[in-house]
């Protein structure tokens, strides 16, 4: 076994083969007197032979094409180090192939044999290396100039910011001169409707008393038939304009922000039935209802009305209405279903218009705005409100209100 100083040269061949790197050893005039096997296998790879015995010098010198100047670099750098001009010189290359992108360094130094002295070019595979390299310089570059572009954009941001707060704050000038405009007009509406509400209300009243006391004492007794068609005429209209205007009232009546509170549909139930004079012999059949967060006055409204049309189109058919609700997130989804004439689909979204009407006056009552009614009551608590058919071939509305929750009530409490 050897022990430490210098290596056998067995080992020292060994070692020298064993390199990585491409590694010739160059006389003092350049030419190739040994080289290890990996520049032996690379030389062999790229079409030529190891180069033993010839002048690398001159190699160098007669290169051409993309790769003259790095070889003439190179050729200079061996010359320096052998006339002791410079200890190491080392060049970083690219070298690519057909097939792929790769670089190289090329380091040379020297040692002295035999008073005689001799240069060690070794080029060494750093394409890893410098491709990462690279990858990080361009990736600086892009950040750089996404950098650059986000500044640029930062400052058109503040412009624009600054000009849409001068815009919003003008806007707010002029929504608050609207906003007073508003509040002076549904004054003025208030007022309007409690005019409408005395004034207008009780000359209809004196009017159908008349007309009611006339019909009572001469219809059929002294008056022709044309004459009494005239006066029921007269009595139906009185009774119709009365209920316009109490329709009118009821929608004006609709506030935009109600007071809403915990609110059990079920238990308004009985009054409402009893207000429309329900039939006893065909109860409304009524589910377990969750709880709604609501304002009581209106959905009472809002049931009437529904609920009216159901029994006031079921003529001729049964009398079959039911009443379900089920909770979904933060809305409860009610549908109130009868068996009724039904309405055609094309009709489904035009019922909720005001004064809208799909049948003639002889064949039902009402002024075609109680779904007007509705949708408002349901829009103003942020729900909304449409109508289908069902397996019974009658209508079903269903409508969402707000479900009740302690938090709604603890808002509710607070405002």
């Not at 130094?109 to 002295?117: G, M, V, W, Y």
């Not at 489904?348 to 799909?358: C, G, I, K, S």
């Not at 909304?384 to 009530?409: K, Y």
Request: with cysteine.
């Amino acid at each position: 076994m050897p022990g430490h100083g210098t290596l056998p040269n067995r080992y020292a061949i060994a070692a020298f083969d064993a390199l990585s790197a491409h590694v010739a050893i160059l006389d003092s005039a350049g030419t190739v007197t040994a080289v290890n096997r990996a520049w032996a296998n690379f030389a062999q790879a790229n079409g030529g032979d190891s180069g033993l015995g010839s002048n690398y010098l001159d190699v160098c010198a007669n290169a051409d094409g993309p790769d003259q100047t790095d070889a003439l670099t190179i050729m200079t750098g061996i010359q320096d180090v052998l006339r002791e001009l410079t200890d190491v010189f080392e060049l970083e290359y690219p070298c690519h192939s057909p097939t792929e992108e790769r670089y190289f360094v090329a380091r040379v130094t020297r040692f002295e044999q035999d008073a005689e002295t001799y240069a060690v070019v070794a080029h060494e595979n750093i394409t890893r290396r410098k491709l990462a390299e690279l990858e990080v310089r361009l990736l600086n570059r892009t950040l750089e100039a996404k950098v650059q572009d986000r500044t640029r954009d930062l400052e058109a941001s503040r412009e624009e910011l600054s000009r849409r707060n001068r815009d919003l704050d003008a806007s707010r000038l002029e929504l608050s001169r609207q906003n007073r405009e508003l509040a002076a007009r549904n004054d003025e509406l208030s007022q309007f409707a409690s005019v409408a509400s005395h004034d207008l209300q009780e000359p209809l009243r004196t009017l159908s008393l008349h007309a009611d006391r006339l019909q009572a004492r001469y219809q059929g007794r002294q008056l022709d038939e044309r004459a009494d068609r005239s006066l029921s005429h007269i009595v139906s209209q009185a009774a119709r304009a009365r209920r316009l205007v109490q329709d009118i009232l009821t929608m004006a009546d609709i506030t935009a922000a109600p007071e809403t509170t915990r609110l059990d549909l079920h238990a308004l139930m009985p009054d409402i039935l009893d207000t429309l004079r329900w039939p006893k012999d065909h109860p409304v059949q009524c589910s377990a209802l969750p709880p709604v967060q609501a304002n009581p006055g209106q959905v009472r409204q809002l049931l009437t009305n529904v609920l009216g049309n159901a029994l006031k189109f079921s003529a001729g058919r049964a009398l079959i209405v039911t009443v379900s609700g089920v909770q979904e997130g933060t809305q409860v989804a009610f549908e109130v279903a009868d068996a009724g004439v039904g309405i055609a689909e094309e009709h489904a979204e035009h019922v909720f218009e005001m004064f809208r009407r799909l049948q003639n006056r002889t064949e039902s009552s009402g002024n075609g705005i109680g779904l007007a009614v509705c949708r408002k009551v349901v829009e103003r608590h942020g729900g909304r409100i449409w109508i289908t058919g069902n397996e019974r071939g009658g209508t079903s509305v269903h409508f969402t209100l707000p479900a009740w929750t302690p938090d709604a009530q603890a808002r509710t409490d607070a405002s």
